[in-house]
């Protein structure tokens, strides 16, 4: 098993630029988790879904967004990029449930100009 | 609101046990989690604790006291590959509220 991959693993942007991020869980997980990591303020929680065609705001959803069209993949999109979005992005799942620990990605470093 | 509040840095030595303590106010609880992060690496995880008391799981132990806000991370014997960082992280419905971490510096 592959657990939980990302895809790219970097990218640099202009501002105003579009991309999307992909991520993909083969462990047949209902919840999937769109992350950013900046330094000195942990883990924020950006959308979320709990099950295919769902998907909800986290902390901090403004100029992102998201589709879960099958199960198993979880797409973060950026219309158009900021240099406010520069972080490290890291997708999880869950099993959910009682089941409640996350599996996390190997992240995507994003670079906005 | 929602907080979560764990020491920025720790530095520890080699074969000694260090306790990284985890103080939380957040709107709901269903658990705490601890995650160890290498550097550059992704999150990876240690322990879960949803009732009050003391979770042994080899070298590491985690305590919770729900009516304290209050979670620590025991690491005993202390290797260098342990160096890395530990987020405290407290799930609440749907969601999971992570700490900034406690970066931890192991010296020979």
């Known amino acids: 098993n592959a657990g939980v991959t990302q895809t790219p693993k970097f990218r640099v942007l202009k501002t105003g630029q579009s991309m999307t991020l992909l991520c993909a869980q083969d462990m047949n997980h209902e919840y999937m988790y769109w992350y950013r990591q900046d330094p000195g303020m942990g883990l924020r929680l950006i959308h979320y879904?709990?099950?295919?065609?769902?998907?909800a705001k986290g902390e901090v959803p403004d100029g992102y967004n998201v589709s879960r069209l099958k199960k198993q993949n979880f797409l973060l999109g950026l219309e158009s990029a900021a240099p406010s979005q520069t972080s490290v992005y890291f997708c999880a799942s869950s099993q959910g449930g009682s089941q409640e620990t996350q599996y996390f990605g190997p992240g995507t470093r994003l670079l906005v100009l | 609101g929602q907080n979560i509040d764990q020491p920025t840095e720790m530095t520890a030595t080699e074969g000694a046990i260090v306790q990284i303590n985890c103080t939380y106010q957040t709107s709901g609880f269903n658990g705490l989690f601890w995650y160890q992060q290498h550097a550059g690496e992704a999150p990876t995880f240690l322990s879960y604790n949803v009732l009050d008391g003391l979770e042994e799981k080899g070298r590491f132990s985690s305590f919770l006291s729900r009516s304290k806000g209050y979670s620590y991370l025991l690491l005993k014997e202390l290797q260098m590959k342990d160096s890395a960082s530990y987020l405290c992280a407290v799930k609440g419905g749907f969601k999971t509220i992570f700490g900034a971490g406690t970066r931890l510096f192991v010296k020979a």
């Open positions: 879904s709990v099950g295919e065609g769902t998907t």
